[in-house]
């Protein structure tokens, strides 16, 4: 019998990286959200009801809390979602008690707006490095894992389900008006985790379906240097054999693109589709270069 592998595969850099995103949003926590008392959802939202109810260190309550989430978690993950997990708690732990012990002022004069705002971009922007690197910082992601692998629910809605019930808890220590700039701040929050994932721009997949499908592969080939690939399909009304191009571009080229579908085939159908992420030649490493003497 082959021995099981138990090579986690785990990358210095992402280690690196996970760090530095725990200390950028644990600064956002400790000088916006701390500091100007307002809420978070999560167990970061919990350490913050036991500061202020219990005067507890959210560097400590932060382990505390997620100690029986990692036992729950540990039989059902896999080792190295396990091990980032762990390990982002810890260095978020620690970044935590650090910049509470750090002697910075933010002088913003208590204006909750500007808090809000602060601490959507830094804990957004830090988050937001730290899953794009496979990590998280503990907490009710891990019920979340658990709720879409045995009951079927997605993780959204019981993530969101619980930051609803923790803010709305930490009515206990915070007044109407105080928990609504919380909103705002947990709505930028997830405007910047979602931007910081998905880079400065999404790129662009393109489906093509012509007659002339040859002609219009050659030429985005040779005039924007973009590969394409060919898709078999049939008609759904007249059952002919259909070839559909599919490439991916930039959306500087996106104009281009459109132009040279005309110039070719004035009735081809185009459809334009969003890319979260392109990995590849011409998106993480360069194309070739294209030499021209005009």
């Known amino acids: 019998m082959a021995q099981k592998q138990t090579h986690l595969n785990i990358s210095l850099i992402d280690l690196v ?31 913050l009801i036991l500061r202020a ?7 400590y309550s932060t382990i505390l809390v997620n100690i029986p989430l990692f036992l729950i978690g540990y ?45 959507g971009l830094f ?9 794009r690197f496979g990590g998280t910082t503990g907490g009710v992601d891990i019920v979340a894992r658990l709720f879409e692998r045995f009951k079927g629910i997605q993780m959204g809605q019981t993530l969101l389900t619980i930051d609803v019930i923790v803010l709305l808890s930490s ?8 928990l609504a700039y919380t909103l705002i701040y947990v709505w930028i929050f997830s405007v910047i985790v979602n931007f ?11 489906l093509i379906i012509s007659n002339e499908s040859n002609a219009i592969s050659t030429a985005i080939q040779s005039e924007l240097s973009r590969g394409v690939t060919f898709l078999n399909a049939e008609g759904g009304y007249s059952h002919h ?9 930039s959306p500087s080229e996106l104009h281009s693109l459109k132009q040279l579908v005309e ?32």
């Open 241 to 249: 054999p259909k070839q559909i191009i599919y490439c991916v571009v």
């Open 263 to 294: 110039s070719i085939d004035k009735e081809a159908f185009i459809s334009i589709l969003n890319v979260n992420e392109a990995i590849g030649e011409g998106f993480t490493y360069k194309r070739p270069k294209k030499f021209k003497i005009l």
């Open 171 to 178: 009515l206990i220590y915070l007044d109407v008006r105080q």
């Open 53 to 59: 109810l219990f005067h507890i260190d959210p560097a």
């Open 123 to 131: 804990g957004g922007f830090g988050c937001g490095i730290v899953y």
């Open 17 to 47: 990286v996970i760090a530095l995103g725990t200390a950028i949003y644990s600064f956002g926590i400790v000088f916006f959200n701390i500091y100007n008392h307002l809420a978070d959802g999560g167990v970061t939202g919990i350490t």
């Open 75 to 119: 039989r059902f993950l896999g080792k190295k979602d396990m091990f980032y997990t762990l390990y982002g708690t810890i260095v978020l732990a620690v970044f935590l008690w650090i910049w509470q012990r750090v002697p910075l002022v933010i002088n913003i004069d208590h204006d909750l707006l500007l808090s809000a705002i602060g601490a």
């Open 196 to 206: 910081t994932q998905q880079g400065a721009y999404t790129a662009r997949g393109i």
